[in-house]
T-cell receptor
Framework: GAVVSQHPSRVICKSGTSVKIECRSLDFQATTMFWYRQFPKQSLMLMATSNEGSKATYEQGVEKDKFLINHASLTLSTLTVTSAHPEDSSFYIC???????????FGQGTRLTVV | AQTVTQSQPEMSVQEAETVTLSCTYDTSENNYYLFWYKQPPSRQMILVIRQEAYKQQNATENRFSVNFQKAAKSFSLKISDSQLGDTAMYFCAFMNANSGGGADGLTFGKGTHLIIQP
């Protein structure tokens, strides 16, 4: 089946620094990828849609200048958390839609801790 | 915009029992997909079952089945012969169906923490 790989799985960074998270589709091409955020004991909230060859679209309330998304190729999307603060600490998950199959393939997620 | 509601924050049943998780949703769309995802402690999202809104027949996958009531906007998950490995968070999710076959993001409910007791 389709595999989405997300790295790193865990990252700790200092407040004020930037962190990049990668999401790769390993055996299929993804013109679209999605980025979600999950706080402890809460649900996944869609942050933004990453589009290959065009700008990402952000959900209401998500700061596009803080959460930079780059869809560099048909198999790679990156999320950069800029000038991270402790309140950005969360679990970030990416997904890619199936090819002609209505489902989402999820990465393993990244636990970000900002200290 | 659509909303997904899961009214059971936590449920606990004995191993081998049957358990039903509830989910309701609200949408003005007519064509969409509904999903149940399982999130174990590893936090990897695992697809449990999918239902196409245009299908009247309820989806089944081995021990997992759904009761899809489109008019009532209800989509419950039944787990039969529950196993210890079923312990996890379960999320109900909604996806609009577009011309591309469903390349929209998912809207999730708040989740139900299911605990299977030995």
């Amino acid at each position: 089946g389709a595999v989405v790989s997300q790295h790193p799985s865990r990252v700790i960074c200092k407040s004020g620094t930037s962190v990049k998270i990668e999401c790769r589709s390993l055996d299929f091409q993804a013109t679209t990828m999605f980025w979600y955020r999950q706080f402890p004991k809460q649900s996944l909230m869609l942050m933004a849609t990453s589009n290959e060859g065009s700008k990402a679209t952000y959900e209401q309330g998500v700061e596009k200048d803080k959460f930079l998304i780059n869809h560099a190729s048909l198999t790679l999307s990156t999320l950069t958390v800029t000038s991270a603060h402790p309140e950005d600490s969360s679990f970030y998950i990416c997904s890619a839609p199936g090819q002609g199959v209505p489902r989402a393939f999820f990465g393993q997620g990244t636990r970000l801790t900002v200290v | 915009a659509q909303t997904v509601t899961q009214s059971q924050p936590e449920m606990s049943v004995q191993e081998a029992e049957t358990v039903t998780l509830s989910c309701t949703y609200d949408t003005s769309e007519n064509n969409y997909y509904l999903f149940w995802y399982k999130q174990p402690p590893s936090r990897q999202m695992i697809l449990v079952i999918r239902q196409e809104a245009y299908k009247q027949q309820n989806a089944t996958e081995n021990r997992f089945s759904v009761n899809f009531q489109k008019a009532a906007k209800s989509f419950s998950l039944k787990i039969s012969d529950s196993q210890l490995g079923d312990t996890a968070m379960y999320f109900c999710a909604f996806m609009n169906a577009n011309s591309g076959g469903g390349a929209d993001g998912l809207t999730f409910g708040k989740g139900t923490h299911l605990i299977i007791q030995p």
